[in-house]
């Protein structure tokens, strides 16, 4: 899982632009960072052999091998960087094609999952270690350099849509081995991974020999059930929740319509990890589409996937907290507060690029001069292994007025008539607070991070709401941070 994870290193290109090359060189360096590392699950034993990125940064891969004398392989997939719900717009799975090995019956993929197979399969590497080469070549190049004695074992491994690409890359792998001076062996290990194909991909799967055939799944993670029985997690999650709201279940039943009556299958043996619910996102359990939409991504991420399997986690991405001032013009000074900043790290103002800044010895504070720009944009920040997410709180406003941002209210729960503390930015007296879409009638202001508002009267006072700060014509983005469940009158 480790190896899959290093994956994702450095998905995105940074938010003021980068070129195809400058990402790679940057994705190399930091996969390399991680390999070395004696302190993850791969112990510093493995080497990176070749990266390739395809056009547009659609899809990545990457071989390593390892260094311990086990004369082992990995070759792993990242597909689409994306969340859950892009992935399901980016796959077309409403048609199938032949998948480009003899099989009988001839096997058949989505074409969307094809074209994903298509582009790491023929991705050249335009940097070192292994310039120049396609996947099959320096796969190929690495087995015939490699010891004679173990037999080299060749892994196939990915995350999400990066495991799907790892289910079509074992067979193909295997097929063109076959005229290989060395025969090296094949295993098979996914994590989260949609479908790839139909029955007859599943059966020229199984047909084939593997030193391991699993599908690491966690039991309420949405996406491995897409495209074979993506409707039954409408009915998800357990106590403690969260359930899915009618917005959601219309989402998902939307996604499941999608195979247009293909059916969809799942290859190799499934192992699945958290039956008991028992890892989840404490703080997501409330019946609202943005706690719905949370605990997915929890379940599906990364690092969920490291604990379950018990591995340690991969070294922090850079992390944003809050821009001070939010608000000014080009040529100011901000502290840019967070986690994670090393070094190497270089600050954006979204599509904007900081040339003068100073990162603390600390790492969890930049200062910097905010550069020409325009608007309320998101402060972001990207180092070798990644780019820190946008977060309401880190956003810049130029010309002010400053953006308004609910960050938390106290207490997240009571009836009417309680009195709650929304605590954010941008606040100013006059401001209206809204519970849903009522205003309350009591508003207390406090200061720009601080307002006291008494919860009103609604039709429905059995259910979790948003609390939104409304200034002139700004309102603050929902997000779970804001909720307020009411418990009765």
């Keep these: 899982m480790t190896l899959a994870a290093l994956a994702s290193t450095g998905a995105t290109p940074?938010?003021?632009?980068?070129?195809?090359?400058?990402?790679?060189?940057?994705?190399?360096?930091?996969?390399?960072?991680?390999?070395?590392?004696?302190?993850?699950?791969?112990?510093?034993?493995?080497?990176?052999?070749?990266?390739?990125?395809?056009?547009?940064?659609?899809?990545?891969?990457?071989?390593?091998?390892?260094?311990?004398?086990?004369?082992?392989?990995?070759?792993?997939?990242?597909?689409?960087?994306?969340?859950?719900?892009?992935?399901?717009?980016?796959?077309?799975?409403?048609?199938?094609?032949?998948?480009?090995?003899?099989?009988?019956?001839?096997?058949?993929?989505?074409?969307?999952?094809?074209?994903?197979?298509?582009?790491?399969?023929?991705?050249?590497?335009?940097?070192?270690?292994?310039?120049?080469?396609?996947?099959?070549?320096?796969?190929?190049?690495?087995?015939?350099?490699?010891?004679?004695?173990?037999?080299?074992?060749?892994?196939?491994?990915?995350?999400?849509?990066?495991?799907?690409?790892?289910?079509?890359?074992?067979?193909?792998?295997?097929?063109?081995?076959?005229?290989?001076?060395?025969?090296?062996?094949?295993?098979v290990i996914t994590y989260a991974a949609p479908t790839a194909g139909v029955q007859s991909f599943v059966d020229y799967f199984n047909s084939l020999s593997w030193v391991i055939d699993e599908r690491q799944n966690n039991a309420y993670d949405l996406v491995p059930h897409a495209w074979a029985d993506l409707d039954t997690t409408a009915a998800w999650y357990p106590s403690p929740g969260p359930q899915a709201t009618d917005e959601v279940k219309l989402l998902i039943g939307t996604f499941s319509q999608r195979p247009k009556g293909n059916v969809y299958v799942q290859p190799g043996t499934l192992c699945l990890m958290n039956t008991g619910y028992t890892s989840l996102n404490k703080s997501l359990v409330n019946k609202t589409t943005q706690d719905f939409l949370g605990q997915v991504a929890f379940q599906h991420a990364n690092d969920t996937y490291l604990d379950l399997v018990g591995a340690p986690d991969l070294p922090p991405r850079p992390e944003v907290t809050n821009v001070t001032p939010s608000f000014g013009k080009a040529g100011d000074t901000v502290t840019i507060n967070g986690a994670g900043f090393s070094p190497d790290s270089v600050v954006d103002f979204d599509k904007f690029a900081c040339t003068k800044f100073t990162i603390d010895p600390s790492g969890i504070k930049i200062t910097a001069q905010v550069p020409d720009g325009s608007g309320v944009v998101h402060v972001r920040v990207t180092n070798t292994l990644g780019t820190s997410p946008a977060v309401a709180m880190g956003q810049f406003a130029y010309g002010g007025p400053p953006p308004v941002v609910v960050s938390a209210v106290s207490p997240t729960s009571g009836n009417v008539g309680t009195p709650v503390t929304v605590s954010g930015e941008g606040f100013t007296p006059g401001a209206t607070v809204y519970f849903k879409d009522k205003a309350s009638d009591s508003v207390k202001f406090v200061n720009t991070g601080q307002i006291i508002a008494t919860a009103p009267g609604l039709i429905d006072v059995h259910q979790t709401v948003d609390i939104t700060v409304k200034v002139g014509q700004a309102i603050s983005p929902k997000s779970p941070a804001d909720e307020f469940t009411y418990t009765g009158r």
């Design 14 to 187: 940074r938010p003021s632009g980068e070129t195809l090359e400058h990402q790679t060189a940057r994705i190399i360096t930091g996969i390399n960072a991680q390999l070395s590392d004696p302190g993850l699950a791969t112990q510093g034993a493995w080497q990176l052999v070749w990266l390739a990125l395809s056009d547009a940064n659609a899809n990545m891969a990457y071989i390593a091998k390892s260094t311990n004398g086990s004369n082992e392989f990995a070759v792993a997939a990242r597909g689409t960087d994306a969340d859950w719900t892009d992935i399901f717009e980016d796959l077309e799975v409403g048609k199938v094609v032949p998948f480009p090995e003899s099989g009988s019956p001839k096997p058949f993929v989505s074409k969307g999952a094809k074209d994903a197979f298509d582009r790491v399969t023929t991705a050249s590497s335009i940097a070192s270690p292994s310039p120049n080469l396609t996947l099959v070549q320096a796969l190929s190049a690495a087995i015939q350099a490699a010891p004679t004695s173990p037999q080299p074992t060749v892994y196939l491994t990915g995350h999400s849509l990066g495991g799907c690409i790892a289910s079509m890359l074992a067979p193909y792998l295997q097929a063109q081995a076959k005229t290989w001076r060395k025969q090296p062996k094949f295993a």
